[in-house]
């Protein structure tokens, strides 16, 4: 029965208008969930892995059901609507929690989410433990998220090995164009169509692979931490610089290249700062897991408070969190509100894990769980998500530094192969102005070079090195994941190349051909 077909028959029993109007409001929150994309559906899972695993960690302290569903309602993401609408059933409705987690359950499209709801109420029925089900119901989840996690790597793999050849094609479709372009005169539907592909097989070849490419929260939505905060200030006042300095280089005929060059300058400490953090947050979603896990296990060695334990722990052997683990301690010793306390943590690392780890942690201990417990439940969570980010790693450092050479090439081949072009039409149309008949000789006939065919294509060219430059670098972002800052740190690389290409080559190409010509 769905959600729908169950609030009609309830009105049609005479329930009260209060009622209706409650299940109304859950009706329109499924609806909307059922036109979720495949990425929304990524980070819901993301979520409900985080989710499932919370509520096994407080189920340890062996509060009853309605509290783990009231703390399950409060959590931050999309995996906590679910859980909002089943407390609404209970506290509105007076239904029992198993009751409305099958209601709840057969009103959501996706299986997933169906089946996880509809098994939580089968053990509520059956009178199971919530801290056994919910354990085992978290392992169980995180090592399916885990396998599906690894599927996408595994094309998203393919995929990138594919993306070199994609963008070696476009350009070959460019190289093509100019030489027939330069031999036969064509139209410009046809010069216009060359240009329309390569740049259509480009984007296309991005596209894929951001389909591909695995949906997660790393940092914390919010800035937060001091690298974090300093993105947000750098971006707001050198990405203007960077767009006005443009425009003036490109009015005072300087040139496009030396606009991208100088551009890729002055954004480039946004993206050095991006990188640095992204580095600093793999640390530290890389150590919390031993963090909470040692904390947990020195807090129930010692018989003592988290607070004792965090006074005990060896930070040496967490490199990544020993800074803001040294604060958390002295500040927790001086008696400020341990709340406070951990909520600077989180902040000072900023990043997402650490924040869901340590509000596992913290939760569990404030409702009476074991110590020891409820730091495996943190680790254990935080520990999966690092070893899949790990893995996507090591797929997207090698494609990014693969991405850049290959842009290198790409550009360097697109600007010298036009130019030496553009240069050997003007001798060959110097020599027919010398020589008196021989346009109208037997090679002019079957040969007739098309210079402004050419000279549009060299026009042309410049909104291909602009896509290039934006793909090369939105690509390797897109299958590294994190901050979304990075892609300053891969733009200016990307536009530096271009720049130096388009100022360079030109003068090379003169240098080599000048020799030849004399």
């Known amino acids: 029965m769905s959600f729908s077909t169950f609030f009609q028959r309830l009105v049609k029993k005479g329930s009260s208008n209060d009622d209706a109007q409650v299940l109304a409001k859950g009706q329109y929150v499924v609806q909307k969930k059922k036109t979720t994309s495949t990425k929304n559906q990524e980070l819901l899972y993301f979520d409900l892995f985080y989710q499932l695993s919370y509520m096994s960690s407080i189920s340890t302290s062996g509060i009853t059901r309605d509290r783990v569903f009231e703390f399950a309602a409060q959590l931050s993401g999309r995996a906590s609507g679910y859980f909002k609408e089943i407390q609404l059933i209970t506290t509105q409705l007076g239904y029992d929690y198993a009751e409305a987690c099958r209601i709840e359950g057969e009103s959501v499209d996706d299986e997933t989410i169906r089946n996880i709801l509809l098994r939580i109420s089968s053990s509520m029925n059956s009178g199971e433990s919530e801290g056994e089900f919910f354990g085992r119901e978290a392992d169980v989840f995180g090592t399916n998220y885990g396998d599906d996690y690894n599927r996408k790597l595994e094309g998203l793999k393919q995929w990138t090995d594919a993306y070199s050849a994609l963008i070696i094609s476009a350009v070959l479709v460019i190289i093509i164009g100019a030489v027939s372009t330069m031999i036969y005169e064509t139209d410009k539907a046809f010069v216009f169509t060359l240009v329309g592909i390569t740049i259509g097989i480009t984007i296309s070849g991005s596209w894929l692979i951001s389909i591909m490419s ?96 965090v006074a005990r722990l060896d930070l040496r052997g967490v490199p990544a ?78 494609f990014g530094g693969l991405t850049f050479v290959m842009h290198a090439a790409v550009i360097v081949l697109l600007t010298f192969v036009t130019e030496v072009m553009l240069m050997f039409g003007s001798m060959i149309s110097g020599v027919e102005a010398d020589i008196p008949g021989a346009s109208s000789s037997a090679i002019g006939g079957y040969f007739s070079f098309n210079f402004a065919g050419l000279q549009l294509l060299n026009t042309l060219l410049i909104p291909v090195i602009l896509v290039l430059t934006v793909v090369n670098a939105l690509t390797p972002k897109v299958v590294d994941g994190g901050h979304k800052f990075k892609l300053f740190y891969n733009l200016s690389i990307t536009m530096s190349i271009s720049g130096i290409a388009m100022i360079m080559v030109p003068h090379f190409a003169i240098m080599i051909f000048g020799s030849v010509g004399r």
Do not use: H
């Not at 020993?322 to 000072?348: D, H, M, S, Y």
């Not at 935080?382 to 997207?396: C, E, G, H, M």
């Open 321 to 398: 969190l020993k800074e803001e683990a040294n604060k958390l301690k002295v500040r927790l010793q001086t008696g400020i509100l341990p709340t406070l306390c951990w909520k600077r943590f989180v902040l000072e690392n900023g990043s997402t894990v650490v924040n869901r780890s340590v509000s596992m942690f913290r939760d569990a201990m404030a409702l009476g769980a074991p110590a020891e417990d409820a730091g495996n439940r943190a680790s254990a969570y935080a520990v999966k998500i690092d070893s899949l980010r790990q893995r996507r790693r090591l797929i997207s450092k090698p």
């Open 214 to 309: 695995p949906n997660e929260l790393v940092p914390l939505q919010q800035p937060s931490s001091r690298e974090q905060k300093l993105m947000r200030i750098l971006a707001l006042t050198l990405v203007p610089s960077a767009i006005v300095c443009s425009l003036l280089l490109i009015s005072s005929g300087a040139g496009l290249g030396w606009a991208l060059f100088v551009s890729a300058i002055i954004i480039f400490p946004i993206g050095y700062v991006a990188v640095a953090d992204d580095r600093k947050l793999a640390g530290r979603d890389r150590d919390v897991g031993a963090f909470m896990r040692s904390l947990g296990g020195v807090t129930t060695a010692i018989g003592a408070t988290v607070t004792e334990g």
